[in-house]
T-cell receptor
Framework: EAQVTQNPRYLITVTGKKLTVTCSQN?????MSWYRQDPGLGLRQIYY???????DKGDVPEGYKVSRKEKRNFPLILESPSPNQTSLYFC???????????FGEGSWLTVV | DQQVKQNSPSLSVQEGRISILNCDYT??????FLWYKKYPAEGPTFLIS?????DKNEDGRFTVFLNKSAKHLSLHIVPSQPGDSAVYFC????????????FGPGTRLSVLP
């Protein structure tokens, strides 16, 4: 089954404690991206990757890092989480740029 | 300033009637538009898309209309069903390679039985 898998789905962490949200897709997609969803703001892109070792900033990259060492994985790293990063995060992938995006189920992150 | 706007946070429609969800955008460079549906506790799922070379695209009960001069698109659902109750996001692609998708804030549709 074609899917985008994120982990963890739910996490409560403390300010400053580094965390990684993993994302994996099994569709051999080139393009992957991370979004955060906040009330009244919709989905905002954090980072995207057009292929292995190619990443670029989206609209709200501050406080986040990503890496794309393999085609299937695109982890989101919060080096020093802060409460304003409390949000619902979605990983997404598509065959290539401009194609339909497939989303993971979301990761609820709370930073206290 | 939001480049993609969905000015109605919520919409309620009677089952069997038409649902019309609206989306406005400000960036005239957008050339590809999509609608996504999102149920609670799930990721958004693709619904329908339209490119700027067309003004209408239809898929079953779902039709998207694009008015480029007005920078406006709308999603029509006919007939509406209770299972259509969800949050609907409008999205537009930006950039020379369409690598970014900008999403609107979403409209929560409630279809009443």
């Amino acid at each position: 089954e074609a899917q985008v898998t994120q982990n963890p789905r739910y996490l409560i962490t403390v300010t400053g404690k580094k965390l990684t949200v993993t994302c994996s897709q099994n569709m051999n997609h080139e393009y992957m991206s991370w979004y955060r969803q906040d009330p009244g703001l919709g989905l905002r892109q954090i980072y995207y990757s057009m292929n292995v070792e190619v990443t670029d900033k989206g609209d709200v990259p501050e406080g986040y890092k990503v890496s794309r060492k393999e085609k299937r994985n695109f982890p989101l790293i919060l080096e020093s989480p802060s409460p304003n990063q409390t949000s619902l995060y979605f990983c997404a992938s598509s065959l290539s740029v401009g194609n339909t995006i497939y989303f993971g189920e979301g990761s609820w992150l709370t930073v206290v | 300033d939001q480049q993609v706007k969905q000015n109605s946070p919520s919409l309620s429609v009677q089952e069997g009637r038409i649902s019309i969800l609206n989306c406005d955008y400000t960036n005239s460079m957008f050339d590809y538009f999509l609608w996504y549906k999102k149920y609670p506790a799930e990721g958004p799922t693709f619904l329908i898309s339209i490119s700027s070379i067309k003004d209408k695209n239809e898929d079953g009960r779902f039709t998207v209309f694009l008015n480029k001069s007005a920078k406006h698109l709308s999603l029509h659902i006919v007939p509406s069903q209770p299972g259509d109750s969800a949050v609907y996001f409008c999205a537009a692609s930006v950039g020379s390679y369409g690598q970014n998708f900008v999403f609107g804030p979403g409209t929560r549709l409630s279809v009443l039985p």
